[in-house]
Nanobody
């Protein structure tokens, strides 16, 4: 059974940092681009960041550029999202996903596997 399991979310004050992890099991995603998305209640899931299969390419949503950093360790089958300078508007449920292609850009429809979601709450 293929699973993506997120961890590292929680409550933090504005200006603080959190690091999300996404551990894959059941298969390797070393040839796939992977990414992070987020979703607030009643809103569409939006792209946050993506990373290519070999970590050479990264892509970020405009709202997180310069604050968030995506990385991966293929040896551990794990992806990370370092979130710095957090703002209250970053409060969302964060999902990791495995893309169908090898690059860093992906849409919702191009992701075949999803994590269960991890709540991040930033207080003002």
């Amino acid at each position: 059974q293929v699973q993506l399991v997120e961890s590292g979310g929680g409550l933090v004050q504005a200006g603080g940092s959190l690091r999300l992890s996404c551990a894959a099991s059941g298969r390797t995603f070393s040839s796939n681009g992977m990414g992070w998305f987020r979703q607030a209640p009643g809103k569409e899931r939006e792209f946050v960041a993506g990373i290519s299969w070999n970590s050479v390419g990264t892509h970020y949503g405009d709202s997180v550029k310069g604050r968030f950093t995506i990385s991966r360790d293929n040896g551990k089958n794990t992806m990370y999202l370092q979130m710095n300078s957090l703002k209250p508007e970053d409060t969302d449920v964060y999902y990791c996903a495995a893309g169908r292609r090898s690059g860093a850009t992906m849409t919702l429809d191009e992701c075949d596997y999803w994590g269960q979601g991890n709540q991040v709450t930033v207080s003002s």
